[in-house]
């Protein structure tokens, strides 16, 4: 069992709509060297705050929220491709859209970069992607 999902299984699952939970910081991955150059970030460490695994468990589908957080780690450590976040609508946050395939579904997480050099990068958010043109005006960074 993965660190996000006993975080989601002892503190979210649960809990009510906007409830305030207990806040904590995991680790979820580390980036592939190919990733961190191809970026420009001096960290690999990738990490994961209650509060986005609360958001998740609050905005996504109740069937998609297991998928997502048991399909994280692997979307941030061997990721299928890296986009540039688009911040053009003025709400978006994080710097960088990583995406896997598995098993037919398409999972993104978007990262925020470190603010510091050697801070580690942290998850804003994740789906299951539905709609399969939200990525075409995207500016592709890297791909496996």
């Avoid at 978007?110 to 789906?127: G, L, M, P, R, S």
Wanted: net charge positive.
């Amino acid at each position: 069992m993965n660190a996000i999902i006993k975080l989601y299984n002892n503190h979210i699952m649960g809990t009510p709509k906007k409830a305030i939970v207990f806040n904590t910081v995991i680790f979820v991955g580390s980036l592939k060297t190919s990733i961190t150059t191809t970026l420009g970030v001096s960290s690999s460490k990738v990490h994961c705050t209650s509060k986005v695994v609360k958001h998740i468990y609050d905005d996504k589908p109740p069937t998609h929220v297991l998928p997502i957080l048991k399909n994280l780690p692997q979307v941030i450590k061997r990721p299928d491709f890296v986009y540039k976040n688009r911040k053009d609508k003025g709400t978006k946050t994080g710097d960088y859209v990583f995406v896997k395939t598995i098993r037919r579904d398409e999972f993104l997480a978007i990262i925020q970069k470190e603010k510091d050099t050697n801070d580690a990068h942290y998850i804003v958010t994740a789906w299951i992607l539905k709609d399969k043109h939200y990525l075409k005006d995207y500016e592709l960074l890297w791909k496996f």
